[in-house]
T-cell receptor
């Protein structure tokens, strides 16, 4: 079973809409989660980080974490064509020999059309 | 700071050839990682290192080798290249000092490798 699963996508939303990206994880010990954005042909870059239950907002981006249900989400408000990219969810492994490493989901491709 | 740098950017190998992908970081990070990313897929961990002289396998280590003689450098060696190793390779590093955000990984620009 994959440890971090993302909604398969691809996801297409109109400009100005809210894009909702979801991620579930199986390691209940995972405590920190990272959302990376990856433009085509480029390397991943961090856009949001969350480790407390609840919401964390940064500009048009809101990350949500629900540890009881083991899901993480990323909301992008007022979506722009420049938000079109692949979004990768990653969880920090809890312990043992995997300590400190991140486990990445398979990514969700988002397209924002004008 | 240059961050994480990788060379080369592109490379075409023939089956059976060998090569080394170079990775360096100037952020004094203790953890370093090598990933491969196949088209439309996420990142798969090949090898990682928690410090100079210490390396360990990730989920897809077969066909690869690494070494870490300094904090800054973490080269990835491909021996006897196979078509299945055609992929984009990313090197990353993190401080991993115990605080939540210290686990953030910083990525290099990637190496696009084709084996024919």
């Amino acid at each position: 079973q994959k440890e971090v699963e993302q909604n398969s996508g691809p996801l297409s939303v109109p400009e100005g809409a809210i894009a909702s990206l979801n991620c579930t994880y199986s390691d209940r010990g995972s405590q920190s989660f990272f959302w990376y954005r990856q433009y085509s042909g480029k390397s991943p870059e961090l856009i949001m980080f969350i480790y407390s239950n609840g919401d964390k907002e940064d500009g048009r981006f809101t990350a949500q974490l629900n540890k009881a249900s083991q899901y993480v989400s990323l909301l992008i408000r007022d979506s722009q064509p420049s938000d079109s990219a692949t979004y990768l969810c990653a969880g920090k492994n809890a312990g043992g020999t995997s300590y400190g490493k991140l486990t990445f989901g398979q990514g969700t491709i988002l397209t924002v059309h004008p | 700071n240059a961050g994480v740098t990788q060379t080369p950017k592109f490379r075409i190998l023939k089956i059976g050839q060998s090569m080394t992908l170079q990775c360096a970081q100037d952020m004094n990070h203790n953890y370093m990682y090598w990933y491969r990313q196949d088209p439309g897929m996420g990142l798969k961990l090949i090898y990682y290192s928690v410090g100079a002289g210490i390396t360990d396998k990730g989920e897809v280590p077969n066909g690869y080798n690494v070494s870490r003689s300094t904090t800054e450098d973490f080269p990835l060696r491909l021996e006897l290249a196979a078509p299945s190793q055609t992929s984009v390779y990313f090197c990353a590093s993190s401080r991993t000092s115990g605080t939540p955000l210290s686990y953030e990984q910083y990525f290099g620009p990637g190496t696009r490798l084709t084996v024919t």
